[in-house]
């Protein structure tokens, strides 16, 4: 007599695994629109930033670049569209269909997630340059005073200014003070960096120090967007180049294609008065 076998069951077909879904985008501008009286600015921009890239924008002047910028950050406030930063709103709420308006408490909240570096500097001139750089995560409450000054001390290392901590802005040469205002926006740790033509107000000796600077955050894996008009640093750091005219984009890609071979007339045009 046979032993009864006991039946197998087959295994269970193994459901394939869901991919994560994708990290938001680090900055999201969305159909944005600018108006400054009867003048348009931005005129329905729409821009992807992926995380830990670095992108430039380009235009003559007058084109929307830095309206862009200070939007992104609701420095200045779009009549129509949004932008978001990490996935978060900035500026506004979804209220049903509309959006509505934040308090100004919560916009200087979500603005210490983003770093700006002006053109002038806009450092403290009462300040040394220590408390320059520990200012803001002291007011912002992130850090008590010895911790903010302690992470100042090491910003300054990093942008080569550990020797100047006692010094006031009106001591230092204008690299130096943005290398400075550099180490301000580093301070609150920001998710992304926002540079309006750091170097425009500086004498051409002074651009390269700079310059260098960004060049080791571009390399560090900080999402950048960077509004210049130099083209060499453009096509050595930038992920993506955008090129705005008249507060549209009409160009974007990487450095090699906009920057050798433009496909509009006003980037071809542009490149052949700064080349």
Do not use: C
């Amino acid at each position: 007599m046979t032993a009864a076998t006991t039946p197998t069951t087959p295994a269970a077909a193994k459901t394939p695994a869901e991919p994560p879904p994708p990290a938001p985008a680090a900055i999201e501008v969305h159909d944005v629109h600018k108006w400054f009286g009867g003048r348009r600015v931005l005129d329905g921009v729409s821009l992807t930033v992926r995380p830990g890239t670095v992108t430039v924008v380009l235009g003559r002047s007058g084109s929307g670049k830095s309206t862009l910028l200070r939007v992104v950050n609701h420095l200045e406030k779009p009549e129509a569209g949004y932008v978001s930063v990490g996935g978060e709103l900035i500026g506004v709420q979804r209220q049903g269909a509309r959006l509505k308006e934040l308090s100004e408490r919560a916009i200087l909240a979500q603005r210490g997630r983003i770093g700006f570096v002006f053109q002038n500097f806009n450092l403290f001139p009462h300040l040394t340059v220590l408390d320059n750089v520990a200012a803001a995560p002291v007011a912002t409450g992130r850090l008590r005073r010895a911790e903010a000054q302690a992470l100042a001390r090491e910003l300054l290392e990093r942008v080569g200014l550990g020797d100047r901590t006692g010094a006031y802005p009106r001591q230092l040469s204008g690299g130096q003070q943005q290398r400075v205002a550099i180490a301000r926006a580093l301070a609150l740790r920001p998710g992304v960096i926002l540079f309006d033509e750091p170097t425009s107000a500086l004498d051409p000796e002074l651009v390269g120090e700079v310059l260098s600077v960004i060049k080791d955050l571009a390399t560090g894996g900080t999402t950048l967007v960077i509004v210049t008009h130099e083209i060499g640093f453009a096509r050595e750091v930038a992920d993506e180049i955008v090129f705005l005219h008249d507060g549209r984009i009409v160009e974007q890609g990487p450095p090699e294609q906009v920057l050798d071979r433009p496909a509009h007339p006003r980037t071809r045009e542009f490149l052949s008065k700064v080349l």
